[in-house]
């Protein structure tokens, strides 16, 4: 399984951005997937996720009514929409997969992708 997420950048307090990934080879596999984020010197924290068949969407507290999840499985893709950014929000910010129904957790994804680094200024 290969995970390539792409659509970070720099953008004012406020702003939105929309990330995607995108995934190849064994996506049947996938139960779920989700989206992660490393601010500098802090653990990798969870974001966001869905599951791959029923489409059910989790979020953590810190992002709820301001991102929004989605997939498109005939691309194979999942976006993850970020609006009203805050400086807080700055960090790389990763795509993984799971297998399983433990995809809240970084311990949890199977696959990871290269992160893309969102910076929102003040």
């Known amino acids: 399984v290969q995970l390539q997420a792409f659509g970070g950048g720099l953008v004012q307090a406020g702003g939105s951005l929309r990330l995607s990934c995108a995934a190849s080879g064994r996506t049947f596999s996938f139960h779920a997937m989700g989206w992660f984020r490393q601010a500098p010197g802090k653990e990798r924290e969870f974001v966001a996720a869905?599951?791959?068949?029923?489409?059910?969407?989790y979020y953590a507290d810190s992002v709820k009514g301001r991102f929004t999840i989605s997939r498109d499985n005939a691309k194979n893709t999942v976006y993850l929409q970020m609006n009203s950014l805050k400086p807080e929000d700055t960090a790389v910010y990763y795509c993984a997969s799971s297998g399983s129904s433990r995809f809240g957790s970084v311990d949890g994804m199977d696959y990871w992708g290269k992160g893309t680094q969102v910076t929102v200024s003040s």
């Open positions: 869905i599951n791959w068949s029923a489409g059910s969407t």
